[in-house]
């Protein structure tokens, strides 16, 4: 699994700084062996988490609007893009009273004010397709905002607008690419190599061998399976 951690300033950092730290744990015969890698986050105005369902990304965003301050040095603020415009103007610290009185597209520019020169993480990006309004006051946000962290299952599942906006306040050239972060899958754990090591053999003596020959195998590739199940 990929997650983000937090270290102390280093002598050549002003403020304290987060890492992508991805581990993985691979099984060979019955041997186990942990991998891990680590790569500094660069504290760019844009950053971008991938990732499937179950790979964690609102609990990395939580993490990064926590960090806010001590790592970009402003305040942050998560807002969940499938919940209501109503809760993300409680998000973004406006209260009833605030509003009151206010239009809707009032309400939608009090909050951009709000969030004018903050962290501002975006929790699914992805699922506010068929909503003009909600894509509006992100692109906006995006605009205002001092960094802007967002996730989604994939940036090409962004509306291109949105990907636009964030281009320009990267200041992104036509053939630059825009750079993720990716949190990988919702399992990173490979049960047993030996496992798969041994179908395939099974399947190329099947291939190799007569059909009488092959049925056996096939009964012996069927145990494996049921076996790796239970493992």
């Not at 942990?34 to 499937?52: C, D, M, T």
């Not at 942050?76 to 109503?86: D, F, R």
């Not at 009090?110 to 309004?133: F, H, T, W, Y």
């Amino acid at each position: 699994m990929a997650y983000l951690v937090l270290k102390g300033e280093g002598f050549w950092r002003k403020r304290q700084s987060f890492f992508l730290r991805d581990v993985r744990v691979v099984r060979f015969l019955g041997l186990r062996r942990v991998l891990k890698s680590e790569r500094y986050v660069q504290k760019k105005p844009v950053i971008v988490l991938e990732g499937g369902a179950g790979t964690g990304k609102t609990r990395e965003l939580l993490k990064v609007s926590a960090w806010a301050d001590k790592v970009f040095g402003a305040e942050g603020v998560y807002i969940a893009c499938g919940e209501s415009l109503e809760n993300w103007f409680k998000r973004a610290g406006l209260s009833a009273e605030d509003l009151k009185g206010l239009k809707q597209f009032e309400k939608v520019q009090k909050m951009i004010e709000a969030l004018k020169g903050k962290v501002v993480c975006l929790d699914d990006v992805d699922k506010l397709e068929g909503s003009k309004v909600k894509i509006s006051a992100v692109k906006w946000i995006v605009r205002v905002a001092k960094v802007v962290v967002l996730s989604c299952v994939s940036v090409k599942k962004l509306h291109p607008s949105i990907v636009e906006e964030l281009r320009k306040k990267l200041r992104l050239k036509a053939w630059e690419s825009l750079e993720t972060l990716d949190l990988g899958g919702s399992q990173s754990e490979i049960k047993d190599i030996g496992m798969i090591v041994a179908i395939v053999m099974v399947v190329v003596l099947a291939m190799a061998w007569n059909i009488t020959a092959g049925l056996l195998l096939a009964l012996a590739l069927r145990w494996l399976v049921n076996e790796g199940k239970r493992a």
